[in-house]
């Protein structure tokens, strides 16, 4: 069994683009809260949560990939390429039949947008969708690339194109759960040998349309609109529910079969005997771990 190093890590947060921002906005007591812009929420009884204000996914990939994903997409390719630049591996010179992707997250189907245009022009003259029209107004109605950017797991393709990873996958739907279980898929993969390099991470599009419209219905989330980021704050006794938020955090796993294989910026080591135990022993920056 190989003993496994995280090398890089990518954030994006509501609060800070990276771990250093990140990290001194929790300092800093900064939530990130605030009004929805991505979408009118005036049709739902919570209208705050967590957005990215300032995410560009014009910086991480192309115009040609960013008309076929949606935002959930882009996402997860900004905090590959965040986590890839952190661990400082040359990705060019890497075995890639043994580069593999492990990622997880919440997406739903196709933008919103999409499917509401391609609906109201299938209408038939009473105004309700039918088969019939649907068939004859397909492909002048809806968006030409509506099932390649609805597809569930297309994050992994991207990703993988990118850095022509051709080794172990696997890409897990869900909440936060879903990032949890490709970190764990990715961290075995490498400590069995199975990848030399894995590159790994969730996330999560909690405030976007598909993603309040499902939770407000249930009512888990606060409606005091009226108090702002104050609205959600850990062990509030006034509090009235939770609120959601979007971000990604990625990571590059690698094995360090010699010590000197991590790369210079390795973050922590996780210990073989981890598997042993349900403790995990983690070292800071540039720490010597000890076997």
């Known amino acids: ?40 929420p005036t049709c739902l009884n919570t209208r705050f949560g967590a957005e990215l204000r300032d995410f560009d996914p014009g910086l991480f990939a192309s115009r040609r990939t960013l008309r076929s994903t949606t935002r959930e997409d882009q996402l997860a390719l900004a905090g590959v390429q965040l986590a890839v630049e952190d661990s400082g591996l040359d990705l060019n010179t890497a075995d890639v039949s043994r580069l593999g992707v492990f990622l997880g997250g919440n997406k739903d189907i196709s933008r ?20 019939r029209v649907l068939g004859e107004r397909m492909e002048s109605s809806f968006y030409p690339l509506f099932y390649v950017e609805g597809l569930q797991a297309a994050s992994l393709f991207h990703v993988s194109q990118r850095y022509r990873a051709m080794g172990a996958n696997a890409y897990f739907h869900g909440t936060a759960d879903a990032g949890a279980t490709a970190i764990a898929r990715a961290y075995r993969s490498v400590r069995r040998g199975e990848s030399t390099v894995a590159i790994c991470g969730g996330f999560d599009s909690g405030v976007s349309f598909w993603a309040m419209s499902k939770m407000d219905g249930l009512g888990v989330l606060t409606d ?22 979007r971000g990604r955090r990625c990571s590059s796993w690698r094995s360090t079969v ?13 210990p073989a005997r981890a598997a042993r135990s349900t403790s995990v022993r983690w070292s800071p920056r540039n720490a010597t771990v000890r076997r």
């Open 258 to 270: 010699r010590p000197a294989a991590a790369a210079p910026g390795s973050t922590p080591s996780w």
């Open 1 to 40: 069994m190989n003993r496994v190093a995280v090398t890089g890590i990518g954030l994006l947060t509501p609060v800070g683009t990276g771990v250093a921002p990140t990290w001194q906005a929790m300092l800093a007591g900064r939530t990130g809260i605030g009004y929805l812009k991505g979408f009118d």
């Open 224 to 245: 005091r609109n009226d108090l702002g980021e104050r609205a959600f704050r850990p062990y509030d006794r006034e509090r009235s529910g939770s609120l959601l938020g």
């Open 112 to 131: 919103p947008q999409h499917l509401i245009d391609g609906a109201l022009a299938v209408r038939d003259e009473r105004g309700r969708a039918e088969e």
